[in-house]
């Protein structure tokens, strides 16, 4: 509600600054954001022409690789001076039940922090035995991240130097983060003071 | 001197020998340096000087040797449960456990995930529950209040005070 023509006008002319800032900013971030999306993905492409890039949301450029080829793209992607992923952000392990199993790596660039990829590898093998090659020669940090997707998801990274579990017991049956995961634990009865007065259990 | 020759002697008190050590066992209850999970930063806010357990007598050890109380701080996962029920098994009797928080209790809100023990008193025995998430320092020093309660009225085990 206005109260006078002038209230009006002057709202008028702030919503108008305000569509024009916002447009403003909406440009400056859109010509920025495709530079290092643009880059990442024309490398990409240019060395591995067969390779399934996209660019879908924000900054992430994505890329699916077959798992035999993972450590030659691994490797191209750490070592080539255009791209520079010099660091592996993280590794997820995905369970699809019917498509099965998705392995996800978030590879970030040091030096260029915007430029960021994430690379998805459908895991060779079937359902009980699924296996990705490790990238633990790569990058090191691979390692306990690997061993959390072994652990959890049950994902085996062939050429793995220990390939352990890192967070649940060592005698764990299963891999509980699986879709089908059965909890097979014995019950544990609650203890009561007077079975422990005298002795150790 | 004293009750027998119905005299009374300042200075001097006459209660039974199971008072008295009842008395001295809940009045110095050295707890296990020992945490497990988020309670374990409240119960170390229970220790240091704004609330101040040292008036209880209670002061942490860094050794289960001895140690009279074990506070349960925190989720119980499968793992941890073995290296407490070791702990618990290195303590010499007369020990006392503490259940601090819903986790210890029964799981919290983690009761019935995967790697979760669904309370301490699966594992161990345990004498007092704190409930809270986490618990206030006050919770737990009610416990601890609660704990001599229970202290105070035990029995003495005679046959192991003599071996």
């Known amino acids: 509600m206005h109260w006078s023509v002038a209230d009006e006008r002057r709202d008028e002319a702030r919503s108008a600054e305000t569509s024009r800032r916002t447009e403003g900013a909406g440009e400056a971030v859109g010509v920025e954001m495709p530079a290092a999306v643009a880059t990442v993905m024309q490398v990409l492409r240019e060395r591995f022409p067969h390779l399934d890039v996209v660019h879908k949301e924000d900054e992430w450029v994505e890329a699916r690789v077959a798992p035999d080829e993972l450590p030659t793209v691994a490797r191209f992607l750490r070592d080539d001076a255009r791209l520079q992923f010099n660091f592996l952000s993280s590794i997820a392990a995905v369970d699809y039940v019917e498509k099965g199993f998705e392995v996800v790596y978030h590879l970030l660039s040091l030096p260029e922090g915007r430029r960021k990829l994430i690379l998805?590898?459908?895991?060779?093998?079937?359902?009980?035995?699924?296996?990705?090659p490790t990238v633990t020669d790569i990058w090191p940090t691979a390692n306990w991240h690997e061993r959390e997707a072994w652990d959890l998801m049950g994902i085996r990274f062939t050429g793995h130097p220990d390939l352990r579990r890192i967070l649940l017991r060592e005698d764990w049956v299963g891999h509980p983060l699986r879709k089908d995961y059965q909890d097979r634990r014995p019950v544990r009865e609650r203890q009561f003071k007077e079975d422990w007065i005298g002795r150790s259990g | 001197?004293?009750?027998?020759?119905?005299?009374?002697?300042?200075?001097?008190?006459?209660?039974?020998?199971?008072?008295?050590?009842?008395?001295?066992?809940?009045?110095?209850?050295?707890?296990?340096?020992?945490?497990?999970?988020?309670?374990?930063?409240?119960?170390?806010?229970?220790?240091?000087?704004r609330y101040d357990f040292d008036r209880f007598g209670m002061i942490f050890r860094a050794s289960p040797r001895q140690s009279d109380l074990?506070?349960?701080p925190g989720t119980v996962n499968e793992k941890i449960a073995d290296r407490v029920r070791t702990l618990y098994n290195q303590m010499a009797e007369p020990r006392w456990v503490i259940a601090m928080g819903g986790c210890a209790i029964n799981g919290g809100p983690y009761h019935g995930e995967y790697n979760i023990v669904d309370g301490i008193d699966k594992v161990i025995p345990v004498d007092v529950y704190v409930p809270g998430c986490p618990p206030r320092p006050e919770a737990l020093m009610h416990g601890v209040l609660k704990l001599q309660e229970i202290i105070a009225n035990e029995g003495i085990r005679w046959e192991a005070l003599r071996a």
């Open chain 2, 70 to 72: 074990m506070i349960v």
């Open chain 2, 1 to 49: 001197m004293g009750l027998i020759d119905n005299e009374h002697v300042p200075g001097v008190i006459t209660l039974p020998l199971r008072r008295l050590i009842n008395w001295s066992r809940k009045s110095s209850l050295w707890y296990l340096l020992f945490g497990i999970a988020c309670c374990a930063i409240e119960m170390m806010a229970t220790g240091a000087s």
């Open chain 1, 120 to 132: 998805k590898v459908t895991p060779a093998g079937d359902r009980d035995n699924p296996e990705v």
